[in-house]
């Protein structure tokens, strides 16, 4: 009888093992999920007359430029280089293009 509670014991150790090494994977795929989201950048005009290129959601700005055609090239490198989009605000602060 010692035999077999010892048997019940070790079986949830192996489903749990299992649960253990598919719970990694889970969080990657998560993990590469967020990333995505988060690679978006925004093209943006301060209240100093300069465009910013930042992350959505981001406080700081990542570079600053003197037109809103140099920010976008950069963004739009960014974009490419980090498999992002980038969202362009007109002066006002609408959206004037979303996932360029």
Do not use: C
Request: hydrophobic letters at 35%; glycine letters at 6%.
């Amino acid at each position: 009888m010692a035999k077999q509670e010892e048997k019940k014991a070790a079986k949830p150790a192996v489903k749990d093992e299992k649960t253990a090494k598919a719970a990694p994977a889970q969080k990657d795929a998560a993990e590469e999920k967020e990333k995505a989201a988060a690679r978006n950048y925004h093209v943006a005009k301060r209240p100093d007359g300069k465009w910013q290129v930042k992350f959505a959601g981001g406080e700081k700005a990542i570079k600053l430029f003197g037109t809103q055609a140099e920010a976008i090239a950069y963004a739009k490198k960014l974009a490419v280089n980090q498999e992002g989009s980038v969202s362009i605000h007109k002066k006002d602060g609408k959206l004037r293009k979303q996932k360029y």
